[in-house]
Protein backbone atom coordinates (compact mmCIF):
# COMPACT_ATOMS: atom_id res chain seq x y z
CA UNK A 1 0.00 0.00 0.00
CA UNK A 2 1.47 3.46 -1.27
CA UNK A 3 1.48 5.90 1.76
CA UNK A 4 3.49 8.45 -0.19
CA UNK A 5 6.59 8.90 -2.93
CA UNK A 6 9.08 6.67 -1.86
CA UNK A 7 7.25 4.92 0.92
CA UNK A 8 5.03 1.74 0.96
CA UNK A 9 3.94 -0.60 3.49
CA UNK A 10 4.19 -4.63 2.64
CA UNK A 11 0.97 -6.45 3.57
CA UNK A 12 1.14 -9.53 4.84
CA UNK A 13 -1.71 -11.47 5.45
CA UNK A 14 -1.65 -14.39 8.45
CA UNK A 15 -3.16 -15.88 11.18
CA UNK A 16 0.34 -16.46 12.81
CA UNK A 17 -1.39 -16.22 16.09
CA UNK A 18 -4.15 -17.80 15.95
CA UNK A 19 -6.78 -15.27 14.89
CA UNK A 20 -6.43 -13.46 10.95
CA UNK A 21 -4.29 -10.33 10.94
CA UNK A 22 -2.67 -7.84 8.18
CA UNK A 23 1.03 -6.67 8.85
CA UNK A 24 2.33 -3.62 7.77
CA UNK A 25 6.35 -3.56 7.57
CA UNK A 26 7.36 -0.48 5.88
CA UNK A 27 9.72 0.32 2.82
CA UNK A 28 11.47 3.10 2.18
CA UNK A 29 13.50 4.19 -0.68
CA UNK A 30 14.88 6.96 -2.96
CA UNK A 31 17.52 7.62 -5.64
CA UNK A 32 20.90 5.70 -3.63
CA UNK A 33 19.34 3.01 -1.40
CA UNK A 34 16.13 1.20 -0.07
CA UNK A 35 15.56 0.70 3.34
CA UNK A 36 13.21 -1.75 5.05
CA UNK A 37 10.99 -0.94 8.31
CA UNK A 38 10.81 -4.25 10.01
CA UNK A 39 10.25 -7.68 9.00
CA UNK A 40 7.28 -9.41 8.67
CA UNK A 41 7.37 -12.89 10.75
CA UNK A 42 9.00 -16.40 9.25
CA UNK A 43 7.95 -17.63 5.57
CA UNK A 44 7.30 -14.69 3.72
CA UNK A 45 10.36 -13.43 2.21
CA UNK A 46 8.59 -13.86 -1.33
CA UNK A 47 5.74 -10.93 -0.01
CA UNK A 48 8.89 -8.73 0.28
CA UNK A 49 9.89 -9.39 -3.35
CA UNK A 50 6.90 -8.72 -5.10
CA UNK A 51 6.57 -5.84 -3.12
CA UNK A 52 9.84 -4.64 -4.10
CA UNK A 53 9.21 -5.38 -8.04
CA UNK A 54 5.90 -3.56 -7.78
CA UNK A 55 7.90 -0.72 -6.79
CA UNK A 56 9.99 -1.19 -9.23
CA UNK A 57 12.97 -1.43 -6.46
CA UNK A 58 15.95 -4.14 -6.90
CA UNK A 59 15.74 -6.72 -4.36
CA UNK A 60 19.60 -5.88 -4.16
CA UNK A 61 18.84 -2.26 -3.40
CA UNK A 62 18.34 -2.84 0.25
CA UNK A 63 20.79 -2.28 2.54
CA UNK A 64 18.63 -1.39 6.13
CA UNK A 65 16.79 -3.03 8.15
CA UNK A 66 15.20 -1.21 10.68
CA UNK A 67 13.43 -3.04 13.73
CA UNK A 68 10.90 -0.99 15.73
CA UNK A 69 11.08 -3.74 18.62
CA UNK A 70 11.10 -7.29 19.79
CA UNK A 71 8.05 -9.09 18.89
CA UNK A 72 8.05 -11.99 17.31
CA UNK A 73 5.97 -10.29 14.62
CA UNK A 74 8.42 -7.77 13.79
CA UNK A 75 11.78 -9.83 13.91
CA UNK A 76 10.67 -13.50 12.58
CA UNK A 77 11.29 -12.43 9.19
CA UNK A 78 14.83 -11.07 9.51
CA UNK A 79 17.37 -14.51 9.27
CA UNK A 80 15.53 -15.38 6.18
CA UNK A 81 15.87 -11.86 4.81
CA UNK A 82 19.04 -11.58 5.51
CA UNK A 83 20.23 -14.71 3.93
CA UNK A 84 18.97 -13.84 0.60
CA UNK A 85 21.82 -11.24 0.20
CA UNK A 86 25.14 -11.62 -1.13
CA UNK A 87 25.99 -8.21 0.06
CA UNK A 88 25.97 -6.88 3.43
CA UNK A 89 22.15 -5.75 5.07
CA UNK A 90 22.70 -3.61 8.27
CA UNK A 91 20.34 -3.95 11.05
CA UNK A 92 19.22 -1.50 13.68
CA UNK A 93 17.76 -1.30 16.96
CA UNK A 94 17.73 0.11 19.88
CA UNK A 95 20.11 -0.46 22.52
CA UNK A 96 17.62 -2.51 24.82
CA UNK A 97 16.15 -4.71 22.41
CA UNK A 98 18.91 -5.90 20.96
CA UNK A 99 20.10 -8.65 23.22
CA UNK A 100 16.71 -10.26 22.18
CA UNK A 101 16.88 -9.27 18.91
CA UNK A 102 19.89 -11.27 18.46
CA UNK A 103 18.27 -14.23 20.74
CA UNK A 104 20.79 -13.43 24.54
CA UNK A 105 17.19 -13.26 25.88
CA UNK A 106 14.15 -14.44 25.38
CA UNK A 107 11.24 -12.53 24.00
CA UNK A 108 9.86 -10.52 26.88
CA UNK A 109 6.00 -11.57 25.62
CA UNK A 110 7.09 -15.18 24.69
CA UNK A 111 5.96 -16.54 28.54
CA UNK A 112 4.77 -20.39 28.90
CA UNK A 113 1.21 -18.63 29.29
CA UNK A 114 1.59 -17.11 26.24
CA UNK A 115 2.80 -20.74 24.87
CA UNK A 116 0.08 -22.43 25.89
CA UNK A 117 -2.42 -19.59 24.46
CA UNK A 118 -0.84 -20.29 21.27
CA UNK A 119 -1.12 -24.10 21.48
CA UNK A 120 -4.80 -23.91 22.07
CA UNK A 121 -5.74 -22.14 19.31
CA UNK A 122 -3.62 -23.85 16.69
CA UNK A 123 -6.68 -25.97 14.74
CA UNK A 124 -7.36 -29.81 16.04
CA UNK A 125 -7.45 -31.29 12.62
CA UNK A 126 -3.69 -30.17 12.15
CA UNK A 127 -1.13 -32.95 12.20
CA UNK A 128 0.98 -33.27 15.17
CA UNK A 129 4.08 -32.35 13.07
CA UNK A 130 2.65 -29.21 11.90
CA UNK A 131 1.41 -28.55 15.61
CA UNK A 132 5.19 -28.86 16.71
CA UNK A 133 6.35 -26.73 14.07
CA UNK A 134 4.32 -23.91 15.33
CA UNK A 135 5.23 -24.17 18.30
CA UNK A 136 8.97 -24.38 17.73
CA UNK A 137 8.99 -21.19 16.23
CA UNK A 138 7.22 -19.39 19.51
CA UNK A 139 9.27 -21.16 22.06
CA UNK A 140 12.93 -20.76 19.78
CA UNK A 141 12.63 -17.41 18.21
CA UNK A 142 14.21 -16.70 15.12
CA UNK A 143 17.19 -14.77 15.71
CA UNK A 144 19.70 -12.23 14.12
CA UNK A 145 22.61 -9.70 14.70
CA UNK A 146 22.05 -6.04 15.25
CA UNK A 147 24.80 -4.13 13.58
CA UNK A 148 23.75 -0.53 14.90
CA UNK A 149 22.23 0.49 18.02
CA UNK A 150 20.23 4.08 17.31
CA UNK A 151 19.39 6.14 20.09
CA UNK A 152 16.16 9.36 20.73
CA UNK A 153 16.64 11.97 18.48
CA UNK A 154 19.37 10.45 16.07
CA UNK A 155 18.71 11.71 12.74
CA UNK A 156 20.00 9.01 9.93
CA UNK A 157 20.40 10.51 6.52
CA UNK A 158 17.78 8.53 5.08
CA UNK A 159 14.95 10.35 2.61
CA UNK A 160 15.39 13.64 3.74
CA UNK A 161 16.68 12.86 7.57
CA UNK A 162 14.76 9.79 9.36
CA UNK A 163 14.34 10.89 13.26
CA UNK A 164 13.93 8.10 15.86
CA UNK A 165 11.83 8.50 18.57
CA UNK A 166 12.12 6.67 21.09
CA UNK A 167 8.45 5.55 22.59
CA UNK A 168 8.71 2.79 25.40
CA UNK A 169 6.18 0.66 26.93
CA UNK A 170 5.17 -1.52 24.01
CA UNK A 171 8.19 -2.95 24.87
CA UNK A 172 11.04 -1.73 26.56
CA UNK A 173 13.05 0.30 23.90
CA UNK A 174 10.30 0.40 21.09
CA UNK A 175 11.02 3.36 18.60
CA UNK A 176 9.30 5.39 16.37
CA UNK A 177 10.61 6.46 12.84
CA UNK A 178 9.81 10.38 11.79
CA UNK A 179 10.29 11.38 7.98
CA UNK A 180 10.83 15.23 7.90
CA UNK A 181 10.42 15.95 4.41
CA UNK A 182 7.41 14.25 3.94
CA UNK A 183 6.11 14.58 7.83
CA UNK A 184 4.92 10.84 7.77
CA UNK A 185 5.68 9.03 10.75
CA UNK A 186 6.42 5.30 10.99
CA UNK A 187 4.69 4.01 14.29
CA UNK A 188 5.40 0.77 15.06
CA UNK A 189 3.19 -0.17 17.38
CA UNK A 190 2.85 3.24 19.27
CA UNK A 191 -0.60 3.03 17.69
CA UNK A 192 -2.68 0.74 15.69
CA UNK A 193 -5.76 0.64 13.35
CA UNK A 194 -8.66 -1.13 14.75
CA UNK A 195 -12.11 -1.48 12.97
CA UNK A 196 -11.82 2.13 11.20
CA UNK A 197 -10.45 3.99 13.97
CA UNK A 198 -6.89 5.00 15.40
CA UNK A 199 -5.84 3.87 18.74
CA UNK A 200 -3.31 3.44 21.57
CA UNK A 201 -1.74 -0.16 21.37
CA UNK A 202 -2.67 -3.11 23.43
CA UNK A 203 -0.63 -6.04 24.72
CA UNK A 204 1.79 -3.64 25.79
CA UNK A 205 5.15 -4.34 28.64
CA UNK A 206 4.36 -1.74 30.40
CA UNK A 207 0.64 0.28 29.39
CA UNK A 208 1.38 3.31 31.34
CA UNK A 209 4.62 4.51 30.00
CA UNK A 210 3.61 3.61 26.14
CA UNK A 211 0.75 6.35 27.32
CA UNK A 212 3.37 8.90 28.56
CA UNK A 213 5.32 7.98 25.04
CA UNK A 214 2.71 9.56 22.97
CA UNK A 215 3.17 12.92 24.45
CA UNK A 216 6.70 12.10 22.39
CA UNK A 217 5.31 13.07 18.92
CA UNK A 218 3.51 16.35 20.30
CA UNK A 219 6.49 18.55 18.66
CA UNK A 220 5.80 17.06 15.09
CA UNK A 221 3.75 18.15 12.72
CA UNK A 222 2.72 14.41 11.21
CA UNK A 223 0.22 14.31 8.37
CA UNK A 224 0.61 10.51 7.70
CA UNK A 225 0.94 7.42 9.63
CA UNK A 226 1.92 4.05 8.83
CA UNK A 227 0.90 1.71 11.55
CA UNK A 228 2.43 -1.88 11.42
CA UNK A 229 -1.11 -3.15 12.76
CA UNK A 230 -3.67 -1.16 10.49
CA UNK A 231 -1.52 0.11 7.65
CA UNK A 232 -1.89 4.02 6.46
CA UNK A 233 -4.16 6.45 8.42
CA UNK A 234 -4.12 10.67 7.39
CA UNK A 235 -7.36 11.95 8.88
CA UNK A 236 -6.54 14.41 11.63
CA UNK A 237 -3.47 12.76 12.63
CA UNK A 238 -2.05 15.68 15.00
CA UNK A 239 -5.51 16.29 16.58
CA UNK A 240 -5.62 12.10 16.99
CA UNK A 241 -2.28 12.03 18.69
CA UNK A 242 -2.99 14.76 20.67
CA UNK A 243 -6.45 13.29 22.26
CA UNK A 244 -4.51 10.06 22.76
CA UNK A 245 -1.96 11.42 24.56
CA UNK A 246 -3.80 13.77 26.91
CA UNK A 247 -7.03 11.47 27.31
Known sequence: MKAIDGV???????????????????????????????????NQ????KEA???????????????????????IGG???????????????AAEEEKPYIQGDRMLLKVTPDFIRQISARIPAEF??????????????????RV??????????????????IHTPGHTPGHISLYLKRSKLLIAGDAFMIEDGRFIAPDNCVDADLAKRSLKKFLPYDIQTVICYHGGVWKENVNQRILHLANS
Open 45 to 48: LSAF
Open 8 to 42: ETVEISTNFRGKPEVYHPTLIWDDHEAVLVDAGIP
Open 127 to 144: PPERRKAILQVFENPPKA
Open 52 to 74: MTRAEIPFSKLSKIIITHQDLDH
Open 78 to 92: LPELLNEFSHPVDVL
Open 147 to 164: DQTIADGEELPILGGLIV
